[in-house]
């Protein structure tokens, strides 16, 4: 039996390293589900297009957003592409329980000690359906680390990191860690190194357990038809 293609999609950076990275999640899906065929393609400021990449994928791909909340590209974007191609879309990477093992260890990776509280940083979106997405994942973070975890974001909305590493610094009294809830490194990833935190983690892409939410979002919207 054949599967639909897996057309994971994501938002595109100037920054080479930033498709290098998608890419490479590309690879650890592929890995991990070989009967998968496995396309990328980005939204912008790198090739190829979504609209020509879903010519490639064929009849009833399935898109799975490489974005660690809802909003906009996925509602209007991703979605109208879509429609015009017949394809399905997933749900975004995020929220979700497997996230958690790629922030704690990129938390661990950076020497954050155990008991610092955490700015969870995101992108930003002027959708208050992305920000209620990404402050669940805190909720989520916060459960997960026993700390005061405040989620904020580099556009669009508030807090800024900034901002919520003074709040939680002035709270607690501690010294705070910024985790960085982005896919790439990019413009905002070098935002974050002026946001006054003690610590900043790398973005989360390249970790395995992204590859292991990607494949669940496939899975779940094949299902869902």
Not at 146 to 167: F, G, H, I, K
Request: aromatic letters at 4%.
């Amino acid at each position: 039996m054949s599967h639909p293609a897996l057309l994971a999609v994501a938002h595109g950076s100037r920054n080479p390293a930033a498709a290098d990275v998608i890419r490479k999640l590309a690879r650890q899906v592929g890995r991990l589900a070989p009967m998968l065929d496995v396309h990328v393609a980005f939204l912008g400021h790198a090739e190829p297009s979504l609209p020509e990449e879903l010519t490639a994928a064929g009849s009833g791909a399935v898109i799975v957003p490489l974005l660690l909340s809802s909003g906009y590209h996925v509602s209007t974007d991703i979605a109208d592409a879509a429609s015009s191609a017949g394809a399905r879309v997933a749900a975004p990477l995020g929220p979700d329980q497997l996230l958690l093992t790629a922030l704690t260890a990129r938390l661990t990776e950076a020497g954050v000690p155990v008991d610092t509280p955490v700015v969870l940083a995101a992108a930003g979106s002027s959708d208050p359906a992305a920000a209620a997405d990404v402050e669940k994942q805190a909720v989520l973070l916060a459960g997960q680390l026993n700390v005061p975890v405040l989620a904020a974001y580099l556009s669009a909305a508030r807090p800024t990191v900034a901002d919520a590493v003074a709040r939680l610094r002035e709270q607690t009294g501690k010294p705070v860690a910024v985790a960085s809830y982005l896919l790439a490194p990019g413009h905002f990833s070098e935002q974050l190194a002026e946001c006054g935190a003690d610590w900043v983690t790398d973005p989360l892409g390249g970790h395995p357990a992204l590859a292991g939410v990607v494949i669940d979002r496939y899975r779940t919207a094949t299902k869902a038809r």
